[in-house]
């Protein structure tokens, strides 16, 4: 699911791209066993284990420990429409098994990323700067105006996050029809009241 944000980035040809190909949005210590390529049908059965694996660590927080227990955010069968539709991408390692992705759908002239997980193993490594930066390329391309998000508003790895990439907080007062409704669908579905809210980088 870049302060200033650098949406240009080098792309192979095949469509995979190693840490090393992405120097703004990796850390020093990004494991290059690692590499960002497009999903592909395949994935689409794997991509809910990698987000059930990266939701154990909501067990840290009482108020939100049931998500480590809960149903992935996206189905198989979304996964498999972004993967049709080009807005899905995988963070695979040495053997080509997905440790991580990135899945989102076109809002209009927007980009709005449904989920981004990592799995434990491969954390803090600079695999989800690296999906969101192919994420920005793509977006970028295309041609889209921005890229939007849901996501915890008080939660350390979750919006924080997002702001060191540049996201802007979207505030409940801004008539963000779109967002804003989502915010509240969310909730409403029993997140806590007041835990959720709207990001934008606009590019």
């Known amino acids: 699911m870049d302060g200033l944000f650098l949406c ?9 791209s190693s840490f090393s190909d992405l120097p703004d949005f990796t850390n020093p ?11 592909r049908p395949p994935d689409a059965s794997l991509l809910p284990e990698v987000e059930r694996a990266a939701a154990e660590i909501f067990r840290q ?12 955010a996206v189905s198989e069968t979304k996964h498999l429409a972004c993967i049709k539709a080009g807005t899905c991408w995988v963070a695979a390692d040495r053997e080509d098994q997905p440790v991580g992705f990135l899945s ?12 981004v997980s990592v799995k434990p193993v491969a954390q803090g490594r600079g695999v989800g700067r690296a999906l969101i930066a192919a994420a920005c390329h793509f977006a970028s391309e295309h041609t889209y105006q ?3 998000l849901t996501t915890f508003l008080n939660v350390p790895w979750n919006r924080p996050f997002y702001e060191k990439l540049g996201f802007r907080l979207v505030e409940r007062s801004e008539p963000e029809c779109r967002l804003q409704s989502l915010v509240h669908e969310e909730e ?10 709207a990001m934008q980088l606009v590019l």
């Open 8 to 16: 240009g980035i080098a792309c192979k040809t095949d469509n995979m």
């Open 29 to 39: 210590s990004s494991d290059r066993s690692y590499h960002v390529r497009m999903g």
């Open 61 to 72: 927080l009482p108020q939100l420990a049931f998500l480590a227990d809960d149903e992935p």
């Open 104 to 115: 989102a759908e076109s809002q209009g002239r927007d980009l709005h990323i449904l989920e």
């Open 146 to 148: 921005r890229i939007t």
């Open 188 to 197: 409403a579905s029993g997140l806590p009241v007041g835990s959720r809210c």
